[in-house]
Each structure stands twice: as C-alpha cells, then as structure tokens.
C-alpha cells in the first residue's frame, strides 16, 4: 500500500464523538431510561446533582444550569448587576457567543485585541482599554488555554473590575494552581456537543461561589421567578433539560481522562511539527503546560509559509483529513455588529490570526497514528506547494 492508498482509505475525522460515546452506551442509555421513566424533565432530580458535582469540579460551590453558554454569559453577567451603562471588555477573536451574551445585558462590549502568539486576550491592550464606566472583563479561555489568573486577579484588583470568565471550550483546565470557572465572581460554560464535556443537544452552566450569584441566576433562568408564580425578576426560559443533565453527570467522571488525552495528542502534534518552523507553520503557543485541556488545537499558517492557508486545507481534505477555522472573521467585522462602529485594522492580531489559523483533528482517542498522518499530509503539501523555492526566506519575511 503506497502512502497515498493509506490516506484515502483512512479519513481523519475533525472529531469523532461516536467513538467517545461507544465504550459508554450502556451507561448512558441506562441514565436515559432512568429520567424517561420518572419524568420530571423539567428541573429534575439530575440537573440539581450534575450542578453540584460540576461546580465541585471546577472548584467553587454553585452552579446553575442553562439552556446553552450563550444563556450563560447573558445570564450570568446579569445576576453579576452587569447592565447599561457599563463597559464590559472582552477580546475580539472569540466565538461571537461571548459577544451575544455580553450584548444582551445591554453593556457596552468593548473589544480589545489579543496575543499573536497564544491567542489569549491581551491583558495589556485590555488595561489600555479601562474607561471610568469599566465595571467587567470577560477573559475567554480560548482553545482551553486559560488567561492567566494572576494577572486577571490584578488588572482587576488595580481597577476594581469584575472578572467572568467564558470557560466554554474550558472544562477543567487549569493555570497557576487555578481551576477554569474560578478565577472571578462567576463564569460561563457551554456544553454543546462537541465542546470538551457536551450533552446530546444544548446546554449551559453558570458557576460562582457567591450565593446571590446562583440564586439570581436561578431566578432569570426560570421566568424570573423567586418561587412559583411569584416574579421579581425580568427573567427568561432557561433550563438545562433533565435528560441533558443526566447525560453529561454520567459523561463528568470520564472528563479528566479525556481532557489528559488530548493534551497528550497535543504534545505528539508540537513535537512532530517543530520541523515545519521552518515552513512558517507554528502552533498556538501552550503557557500553561499540562492544564491546557486543547479544545481545539491551532496552528498558525503564517505569511511566509508559501503555502496559502485555504490551499493547506483543501489539500488536508483532498487527503481525507478534516479540518477548521476557529475563526474565520472576527468580532468586530462581522455584519451584525457594525453598529459598534469597529473598523478593518482596529486589532491587527486578531485579524491576521483569522487569516492564518487551521485548527486539526482533536478528540479523545485519537491516535499516534492518525496524527502522524496529519503531520505527514501536512508535510507534503507545505512542501510540494514550495517546490524549487524550498528553503523559504524566512528573512524576507
Ligand atoms: C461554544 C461557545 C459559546 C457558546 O455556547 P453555546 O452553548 O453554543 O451557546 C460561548 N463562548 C465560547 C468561547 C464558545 O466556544
């Protein structure tokens, strides 16, 4: 078999969820029939005990189910007294979710740009960015990568700012001895299928270890409701269905071995790609060692590679091998929020990591060799796309 008939006959998926679920069917399907057969699909027994054990996971004492992360974000920055008139800061290449959220609240979202190396928020340019009407930043802990605790806790120290943090592509990673969801006054989760821990449909969670926090969370989540029938808050729809609950507090105890699993996968890419440095192809820079739980895992195809970013890519999907932009245009470009008023040029990083970011196959269980496949595909096009010209000159750059 030649390397060619190889590639074709072995597509690598960009993520493989079935192959997550399979050794857990019974288990799941037994957590199904178990809330099928007992009914309370609203609000039920599972949501009340996946709250408790996930919040005990991240490291404070409550948490609130949601419909979704976006629910979460607006929902959770509400109960935080986050509202109009205040600026809240969070940085422009994020999931536009984080923008969403902060917009319902009726706060002014200020965006501020990122670091072109680890694409976390520039704690730095968020610095510059406080105005007296600054009351929040929401640092989002991008591809699963924490922003770093200490120097949140003092930017927001120095500035009394509230820190809630977007831990959606997250779940129990950790930086200087801090678990993601803990570092301020409340954050956001999402549990979307594919995210590291998902549910079979949507679904969000608000941790905090402020009592009033949780409690007003609760409130908006259920029509604004303190008790039955009774409505102190302008609250919303928005429950974590029971089933969903179920389904991922029988998912939760496998998430620590699943999140070792792609850190390990993520060494093997940085390891086996370090020779294409010399191509101009350079991975998202890990700060935070074995913490980092890689939702996704990035790697920048920068301007000197020779090989245009799309062109990596259809050749990756020529050879079977499935990949993403995470993302493709950011915050402050797209059409819904022009009203803003942000213009092409405001964040020069985050723009140009839109332009160069290729995020690979990553799940649980992928193997060694399934990524030596996508280092090899990725060798080959790099370096076939080149041709003659090879070396690059990467002085020029
Ligand atoms: C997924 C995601 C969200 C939104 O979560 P949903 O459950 O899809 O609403 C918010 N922020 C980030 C960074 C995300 O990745």
Request: proline residues 6%.
């Amino acid at each position: 078999m030649t390397n060619s008939d190889m590639i074709h006959s072995n597509p690598v998926p960009f993520v493989d969820m079935a192959a997550q679920h399979q050794p857990i069917q019974a288990e799941l399907e037994q957590a199904i029939q178990t809330v099928v057969q007992r009914g309370d699909y609203v609000l039920g027994r599972e949501v009340a005990e996946f709250e408790s054990l996930f919040a005990k996971a991240c490291g404070v004492s409550q948490g609130v189910g949601v419909a979704c992360g976006t629910d979460a974000i607006a929902l959770g920055l509400q109960a935080c007294g986050i509202g109009q008139g205040d600026q809240v800061i969070l940085p422009a290449n994020t999931f536009v979710a984080t923008l969403i959220g902060v917009l319902r609240t009726g706060a002014t979202p200020v965006l501020v740009d990122c670091d072109p190396q680890t694409a976390l928020i520039d704690l730095a340019a968020a610095e510059r960015a406080i105005t007296p009407y600054t009351r929040a930043i929401v640092p989002v802990h991008l591809y699963g990568q924490m922003v770093s605790p200490s120097h949140l806790l003092e930017l927001a120290e120095t500035y009394n700012l509230l820190i809630f943090e977007d831990a959606a592509q997250a779940h129990l990673a950790e930086r200087e001895g801090y678990k993601a969801g803990s570092i301020g006054t409340a954050a956001a989760f999402s549990f979307y299928p594919s995210k590291n821990l998902g549910a079979f449909g949507d679904g969000g969670m608000v941790v905090t270890s402020e009592e009033i926090v949780a409690q007003t969370v609760r409130s908006l989540r259920n029509y604004g409701a303190t008790r039955k029938y009774f409505h102190t808050d302008y609250g919303t729809n928005s429950r974590l269905d029971t089933l969903q609950a179920a389904i991922l507090k029988t998912k939760l105890p496998h998430l620590a071995g699943w999140n070792a699993d792609r850190n390990r996968a993520a060494q093997l890419y940085d390891r086996w790609l370090e020779p294409l440095a010399e191509y101009g192809i350079f991975p998202i820079e890990n700060h935070c060692g074995s913490g980092h739980v890689y939702h996704l895992y990035v790697i920048r195809v920068s301007d000197f590679c020779g090989c245009d970013r799309l062109r990596l890519q259809s050749g990756l999907a020529d050879m079977g091998i499935h990949t993403g932009i995470h993302y493709p245009i950011p915050c402050h470009l797209q059409p819904a929020f022009q009203h803003l008023g942000y213009q092409p040029g405001d964040f020069p990083y985050a723009e140009a990591l839109c332009e160069e970011i290729l995020s690979l196959p990553m799940y649980p269980g992928i193997t060694e060799e399934q990524i030596t496949r996508v280092v090899f595909a990725i060798q080959t096009i790099v370096k076939s796309s080149i041709g003659q010209a090879y070396p690059p000159a990467i002085d020029a750059a």
